[in-house]
């Protein structure tokens, strides 16, 4: 496992829900749809929404600090910050800069990373590249998203499909084989569909203007068909080549968790590798698509209700805007109760 570096390892996990619940019920009186047609298309029955007073900023705050308590860990331990957001608290400075700030961390840097639903993916590799080069022994990593505020509350396509919510995950250096380890991680862009999954405005490109508003072109705007289609087979074919850099194959698999957007998505990526059935992780049903969130409330979740054991192999998988997708091969060792 360590050639000569530490292993990247998962210590401490958290997580931050609004308690605000908008349920398939309550969309009904909103848009033209139905609890039965989201229900069957998405998997999706609720999704958390945050008040005025709960923001990125806040939500990566509150669930940074929980990860950091699950980790034993004092602020002034973690070297790195890194947010995960497509909805930062401001366009700069960072969210992970105010984090940092809040949670007395006077010794990391700090710094937002974005790729769309694929972000905490991204951020794990990140981390683990800064803890196997020895240039970080703590990260903390961080996925926030308020989404509630970049959706069209107008459009029926988009506005059933996503929620707000925060997860972190505390990615410390170690040398003890229990404590598990970020085995793989398999990054990939294409650019050239850019335009499937976007929020246009707000920033070079189209600036704030009255006719950007107007026209409403700082809300997401979404073509699912392409995204569903590219996400299944970009998800199962990044899971594998993860997979084949760990010298593992999809029978040491324990548990699969793939972005949480879609829930017949996820089934078509377990049956696109042949996977057993049960073997994935499913949580979207409360939370929605919560893009760079989504994969930390899985981790959460699995491990709360006994789905995460040490020394289990997992396969984390993420796709979102850009395109940009990826997937790691994670050996679990965190035990809450340790
Ligand atoms: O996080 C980034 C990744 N995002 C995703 O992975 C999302 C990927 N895409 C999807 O999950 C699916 O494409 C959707 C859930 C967005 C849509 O499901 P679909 O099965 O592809 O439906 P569709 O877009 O083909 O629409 C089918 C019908 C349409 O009506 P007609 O044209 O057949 O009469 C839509 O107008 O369903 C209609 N429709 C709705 N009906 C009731 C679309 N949204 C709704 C709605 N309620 N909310």
Redesign the pocket.
């Given at each position: 496992m360590n050639k000569g570096h530490p292993a990247a390892a998962i210590t401490g996990l958290g997580i931050y829900l609004p308690a605000k619940i908008l349920s398939n019920h309550d969309l009904e009186k909103m848009?033209?749809?139905?609890d039965e047609?989201?229900k069957q298309?998405?998997g999706i029955s609720q999704r958390r929404i945050a008040e005025s007073h709960e923001t990125t900023f806040t939500m990566a705050y509150e669930a940074g600090k929980n990860a950091l308590k699950m980790a034993k860990l004092r602020p002034e331990e973690i070297d790195l910050v890194i947010c995960a957001t497509l909805i930062p608290e401001h366009p700069f400075p960072s969210t992970a800069s105010l984090v940092q700030a809040a949670l007395g961390a006077t010794k990391a840097g700090a710094f937002d990373l974005e790729a769309a639903?694929a972000g905490f993916v991204y951020a794990l590799g990140v981390a683990r590249a800064f803890i196997h080069s020895g240039m970080a022994r703590v990260v903390l990593v961080i996925g926030s998203e308020t989404m509630s505020r970049v959706v069209d509350w107008e459009d029926?396509?988009t506005c059933?499909?996503f929620g707000d919510g925060a997860g972190a995950a505390i990615v410390q250096a170690s040398f003890d084989e229990k404590a598990g380890a970020i085995l793989e991680v398999a990054l990939k862009s294409d650019g050239s569909k850019a335009d499937c999954?976007i929020i246009p405005a707000g920033g070079s490109r189209y600036p704030t203007t009255e006719n950007t508003v107007r026209d409403k072109l700082h809300f997401l705007r979404?073509n699912?068909?392409e995204?569903?289609k590219a996400?299944v087979r970009a998800m199962a074919d990044t899971t594998l080549e993860a997979l084949k850099h760990s010298d593992l194959q999809l029978s040491d698999l324990n548990l699969m968790i793939a972005?949480q957007?879609?829930s017949r998505?996820i089934d078509a990526v377990q049956k696109r590798l042949e996977l057993p059935d049960g073997i994935s992780y499913q949580n979207l049903e409360r939370y929605g698509?919560t893009?760079s969130a989504s994969i930390p409330l899985a981790l959460y979740d699995a491990m709360q209700e006994g789905r995460l054991k040490q020394g289990m192999y997992l396969a984390v998988a993420g796709?979102?805007?850009g395109f940009s997708w990826g997937a790691t091969i994670i050996k679990w060792g965190l035990n809450p109760e340790n």
């Open positions: 848009v033209d749809t139905s047609w989201i298309r998405t639903c029926r396509s059933v499909l999954l979404m699912g068909a995204v569903f996400a972005h957007a879609n998505i698509n893009s796709f979102g805007g």
